[in-house]
């Protein structure tokens, strides 16, 4: 089993600045693929940004250059660097770990990322 435990939601203002945590319980050797995804209201859930358990990212074209997503595999923990927000990233934000040697699953319960005036 893994938990995961997500932090750095809240509200900002447009063109401002968040950092998401999200921080993985069981064994470091067993966690693979790290990523966040985020929902809007009415919408489907989305990949925002992904990050191997080498390194190799990828970013949802709606937040290249604005998003950065890094990992310190000794904490198994994810991060998310977001700059210059716009209302359209409102969402809850949800981190998802692929664990063990199947790549199961597991996803945090969501953080909430609001970008108002």
């Known amino acids: 089993q893994v938990q995961l435990v997500e932090s750095g939601g809240g509200l900002v203002q447009p063109g401002g600045s968040l950092r998401l945590s999200c921080a993985a319980s069981?064994?470091?050797?067993?966690?693979?693929?790290m990523g966040w995804y985020r929902q809007a209201p009415g919408k489907q859930r989305e990949l925002v940004a992904a990050?191997?358990?080498?390194?190799?990212?990828k970013y949802a074209d709606s937040v290249k250059g604005r998003f950065t997503i890094s990992r310190d595999n000794a904490k198994s923990t994810v991060y998310l660097q977001m700059h210059s927000l716009k209302p359209e990233d409102t969402a809850v934000y949800y981190c998802?770990?692929?664990?063990?040697?199947?790549?199961?699953?597991?996803w945090g319960q969501g953080t909430q990322v609001t970008v108002s005036s």
């Open positions: 998802k770990v692929d664990y063990g040697s199947w790549g199961l699953p597991y």
């Open positions: 069981g064994s470091i050797s067993s966690i693979g693929d």
């Open positions: 990050i191997t358990s080498g390194g190799s990212t």
